[in-house]
């Protein structure tokens, strides 16, 4: 056969007719023969390759996105190339680098703000780049996701709805984390609008042994709160466990509320009150982005997604005694 029936037919493409197509490809396994795609992209000046670079797939909610990402782009034959960061900017631009060395077509990055770097090195090389977990519609890179900051200020709302007027915050850490800082910012925005400030806030890594060693010290203060925000569901699981640890029923002496709704915040005891965040439709959000600006057509800059409160076991009317 010809070379150019053989790619044809490896390549999938619906003019091959179908038992030639399989001859093809029976010969090829045997063979053990893999089309090499430095060549397709040589051809085509395209290496059929998203990045993305998220700041860790330990925690569940990265996981989803990526995998819808992924799922949407496999769709088109695109395949995915992924990095972490660790909410490091410096390693976050290192990678950057390395996908852009890579020859990958465009980049799926985490919130609004990066390295000085990132801006100058993929405008120069006009990679497409779209942003997750941020809605920014003003800014300069295109982005898909929500407004952090509205989210805990309405979360917060919640807890004060119901009578809580004694709040302490366990957030993320701040520093190269913009949509931790924006969760920060929800919270004291909720409660200056009541003229009320935060028993506390205290800044921690995002681990479950973080959230009970935070927990224990904000239990352990004079003034004691009667509700605990925190950053994520993570430190929301250290947040319960430390307070059944001490004894301290929630929610009956004190309310506990996440963000992420991650699946095992419905099956903890009692079930956690969280922002549930569209992750999945950010990543498929993404991987559309990209593939319509790829293929020259016109997509919204911005797109803005909305957090659902999911109110379950974990919140409740502050005891009557501290109202």
């Known amino acids: 056969m010809s070379i150019s029936t053989v790619s044809r037919a490896l390549g999938g493409h619906a003019r091959v007719d179908a038992v030639l197509a399989e001859r093809v490809r029976t010969a090829a396994a045997r063979l053990g023969y893999v089309p090499d795609r430095r060549g397709r992209a040589l051809v085509q000046r395209r290496s059929l390759s998203i990045g993305a670079v998220v700041p860790t797939i330990d925690n569940a909610i990265f996981a989803r996105a990526i995998n819808a990402l992924q799922v949407r782009l496999d769709a088109d034959g695109y395949r995915l190339l992924l990095?972490?960061?660790?909410?490091?900017?410096?390693?976050?631009?290192?990678d950057v680098q390395a996908l852009v060395e890579h020859g990958v077509d465009g980049i799926v990055l985490v919130g609004a703000r990066h390295h000085d770097g990132v801006l100058p090195l993929i405008g120069a090389r006009g990679i497409p780049v779209v942003c997750t977990w941020t809605y920014e519609p003003?800014?300069?890179l295109a982005t898909i996701g929500f407004d952090n900051r509205t989210a805990m200020r309405r979360l917060t709302g919640h807890l004060l709805d119901l009578g809580h007027r004694?709040?302490?915050?366990?957030?993320?850490?701040?520093?190269?984390?913009d949509r931790a800082a924006a969760r920060r910012e929800g919270f004291c925005d909720a409660l200056e609008a009541r003229r009320l400030a935060p028993v506390s806030i205290l800044e921690r890594p995002y681990a479950i042994t973080e959230g009970r060693a935070a927990t224990r010290a904000l239990l352990?203060?004079?003034?004691?709160?009667?509700?605990?925000v925190c950053g994520n569901d993570i430190l929301a699981f250290g947040a319960l466990a430390e307070a059944r640890a001490m004894g301290v029923d929630v929610p009956g002496a004190l309310s506990i509320t996440g963000f992420d709704d991650v699946d095992l915040a419905s099956h903890v005891t009692p079930p956690l009150t969280t922002m549930r965040v569209p992750s999945a439709d950010m990543g498929r959000l993404a991987a559309e982005h990209l593939l319509a600006r790829l293929?020259?057509?016109?997509?919204?800059?911005?797109?803005?997604?909305?957090?659902?409160?999911?109110?379950?076991?974990t919140t409740a009317p502050p005891p009557r005694r501290s109202r």
Not at 84 to 94: I, K, Q, V
Not at 166 to 177: F, P, T, V
């Open 220 to 228: 352990a203060a004079p003034r004691r709160p009667t509700a605990l």
């Open 166 to 177: 004694r709040l302490a915050m366990i957030a993320g850490i701040a520093e190269g984390n």
């Open 295 to 313: 293929a020259g057509r016109d997509t919204p800059k911005a797109i803005a997604l909305e957090p659902e409160l999911i109110v379950r076991g």
């Open 83 to 94: 990095a972490t960061n660790e909410y490091d900017l410096g390693r976050e631009f290192a």
């Open 138 to 140: 003003d800014g300069a």
